[in-house]
Each structure stands twice: as C-alpha cells, then as structure tokens.
C-alpha cells in the first residue's frame, strides 16, 4: 500500500493544484518511482489511498498497468484519514496477512525485496492462533538515521532487533516503509481520522514491533526547497 491521500501542507502552493505524490523530481513523478521500485521487488498488487485531488491522482495513474502493477483505488473523503485511519479504512482492499506500506513522497534507494523475509515471518507471526496475545512481531519498521530537521528521532533499535521508546538507547527516525499485520487494524474504526504514531507507541511498548537500519539515500520531500534540491542533485 502507498500512502497519498495527504494535501502536504508544506509543499504548497504547488499542491493547492497538483497532488503532492505528482510533483516530479527529474521529470518523474514521486509516487511513480516508489510504484516502480515495489514492482521491481515483486510488489505488483498495489492498493493506493487518495483525498486531496483524488480525480486528478487517478486519472494520472489509472489502473497502474503501464508499470507493471495491478492499482486499486482506497478513496477518502477530505481531508483524509491520516495513516492509521488509511490502512483500516483500505481493509477490504488488501489480502488479510503482512502487508508492505510506504509513503508516496519518500525519495530512496532503498531495495524492497530486503523485505520479502519480513512479511513471511510477520504473517507466520499473525496467523498464529494466540497472534493477540503472544509475545511475537506483528509489524517491522525500517529506521533511518536522524535527518537535519528531526535530530531527536523517533524510536531506538534494540540489539534483540525489537524497536524500543528509546528511553536509553539512540533514537533513529521512522523511514515511512513498513510491514503491518492487517489484524492491528480490524478493531479500529475504518472512517475514524486516526495517526499510527500512538499505536507505534503502544505496540512497540508490547514488544510487537521489530525493526532495521537502513543507512543508503532517504529523503523525505516534505517542501518545496527539498523539491529544488533533489531536482538539482
């Protein structure tokens, strides 16, 4: 699943007219190279979540067959349902089990058939008959190191390879790629505005939340100067 149903705020005024998973950096659109690197790995059943100018995004797009990939449209009504609320309420859109979900507005090498081992163990994990109250891992986030503008990261990495709350360990900061067992959402409200950092939280607390460093090109295009520079990279 690809997260782009948000206005980005910050990058306007170019998204008061242009989705923001359009706006291109060398001539191609954010959201088409994350969609070519999920096919590249073997990701080609995608499901897409939309809001802000969701006509536009879709007629852009279409089906995703000139990728590859097999698109299947997850509407919200404005202004979206932030990224908890996104993946419960795109529920009857993805296959019950580990599911990949990334952001569409990340710029990064990252490989995402490094993945592939992680979704088998978190569906092994969820399709366990006690999957709610075993200690196992039931989503993997990947880690970057600190960028400029979140210097006090988000979660630390144990050496067990469980995510902690950091409270003595480094923290790093959430890359915005995971792997979530579609049965952390079936409880929550699928129309209810809801953001996934409490769940994180909670989660993590529980010791549910595995995860990896990933040290290669990340860049999350949150304005327009990140915009500028990437394009003039």
Do not use: C
């Amino acid at each position: 699943m690809i997260l782009a149903a948000g206005r980005g705020e910050r990058m306007r005024p170019l998204t008061d007219t242009t989705p923001k998973p359009l706006l291109e950096i060398g001539g191609k659109p954010l959201i088409v190279r994350q969609i070519e690197a999920l096919v590249y790995a073997g990701f080609d059943e995608i499901v897409i979540n939309v809001a802000w100018l969701a006509d536009k995004m879709q007629e852009t797009l279409g089906d995703g067959s000139r990728w590859g990939a097999r698109i299947a449209w997850s509407v919200e009504a404005l202004p979206g349902l932030e990224t908890a609320g996104g993946i419960a309420h795109a529920l009857p859109l993805l296959k019950p089990g580990a599911v990949l979900v990334t952001s569409a507005d990340i710029k990064t090498s990252f490989d995402y058939r490094e993945l592939i081992p992680r979704l088998e163990m978190i569906d092994e994990n969820g399709n366990k008959a006690a999957q709610l109250s075993e200690a196992r891992p039931l989503a993997h986030l990947v880690m970057v190191p600190n960028p400029p503008y979140h210097p006090e990261g988000d979660f630390a990495l144990g050496e067990d390879g469980l995510l902690t709350l950091g409270e003595t360990l480094p923290r790093l900061t959430f890359g915005n790629i995971g792997i979530y067992h579609t049965a952390l959402f079936t409880r929550m409200d699928p129309d209810k505005r809801e953001k996934l950092t409490p769940h994180y939280r909670k989660w993590i607390a529980r010791r549910r939340v595995s995860g990896a460093l990933f040290s290669g090109e990340w860049k999350n295009v949150g304005t327009p100067e990140d915009l500028v520079q990437q394009n003039d990279s």
